[in-house]
C-alpha cells in the first residue's frame, strides 16, 4: 500500500506542509503511522481524507465544522449536499465565464468595424451590447404586431377577391394605417442614439429619425449635443443628462 508523506500529501492536495502538520494538531487529518524516524506517513485512505478537507474548505466551513462532520454517525449525505451546491456554483461561475467571453469576441468583431478607436469607442459598444437584448425585444414586439396586421389586411384582401365584398379591406385600411404609425412611434420612443463624435447617447425628433436614411443598425440623425451630422449608432436605453 502506499504511503505519503507530509511534503507529498501536500503536493498532490495543493496545499502547504505547514497546513497539513495544523489539521494532524487539530485531529482532523492524523497520520496512519510513523516513521522510525518519527516521520509522518499517510494512507490511501488519509490522501482521500484530505481532499475531501480540502474540499469543504474551499466550500466555506470553519475548520470546527469540518472536525464535526467527519465525526458524524453520516458525514457521506451532508458531503453530498455540498457537493450538489459546489456544482451549482461552479456551474454559474462557468456560464458567467462564457457570458463575458462572448462580449470580449463580441467587442473584437465590433472593434474592426472601427476607424477612429478610442477608450469612448468601447463604452459606445459596451452601451449597445448591453442593450441589445432590450433592442431585440423591441423588434420582436413590432414584427408581431406587423404580422398580425399583414394576416387581416391579406384576409380582408382575399375575401374581397373571392366574394366579391370590399368593405372589411376597405373599412381596415384606415387600421393598418394605424398600426403603422403606432409602429413607428412604439419604436422611435425606446430607442436612442449614440453620436460618434461625442459619444453621448441621445433621442432624436421623431420626424427627423422617422425620415432618416438608415442601416440595420445606424441612422443618419444630428446630434443634439454637438450638432454632429451622420451614421449613430442605435441602441435601447436612457438618454445620458
Avoid at 82 to 103: N, S, T, W
Amino acid at each position: 500500500m502506499s504511503m505519503y508523506t507530509t511534503g507529498e500529501i501536500a503536493k498532490l492536495c495543493g496545499v502547504s506542509v505547514r497546513t497539513v502538520q495544523y489539521y494532524d494538531t487539530r485531529n482532523i487529518l492524523v497520520p496512519s503511522e510513523l516513521s522510525e524516524g518519527g516521520r509522518r506517513l499517510y494512507s490511501e485512505e488519509d490522501l482521500k481524507r484530505m481532499r475531501i478537507i480540502c474540499f469543504l474548505r474551499d466550500a466555506g466551513l470553519s475548520i470546527n465544522g469540518i472536525g464535526e462532520l467527519l465525526t458524524d454517525e453520516d458525514p457521506a449525505s451532508v458531503i453530498a449536499i455540498l457537493l450538489d451546491q459546489q456544482e451549482r456554483l461552479l456551474r454559474d461561475e462557468l456560464k458567467e465565464r462564457q457570458v463575458k467571453l462572448a462580449m470580449v469576441e463580441a467587442i473584437k468583431r465590433e472593434l474592426k468595424k472601427t476607424d477612429d478607436f478610442s477608450v469612448d469607442s468601447i463604452h459606445d459598444i459596451a452601451h449597445v451590447m448591453n442593450n441589445r437584448k432590450k433592442l431585440y425585444r423591441i423588434r420582436i414586439t413590432m414584427l408581431i404586431v406587423g404580422l398580425i396586421s399583414e394576416i387581416f389586411e391579406t384576409g380582408t384582401f382575399i375575401y374581397g377577391l373571392v366574394k366579391g365584398v370590399w368593405w372589411p379591406f376597405l373599412a381596415y385600411l384606415p387600421v393598418l394605417v394605424g398600426v403603422g404609425v403606432w409602429i413607428s412611434v412604439f419604436y422611435f420612443n425606446k430607442v436612442h442614439y449614440i453620436c460618434p463624435k461625442c459619444h453621448t447617447v441621445f433621442k432624436p425628433p421623431f420626424k427627423e429619425a422617422f425620415w432618416a436614411n438608415h442601416t440595420p443598425t445606424t441612422r443618419k440623425l444630428t446630434c443634439t449635443a454637438c450638432g454632429h451630422k451622420g451614421f449613430c449608432v442605435e441602441t435601447c436605453g436612457e438618454e445620458e443628462k
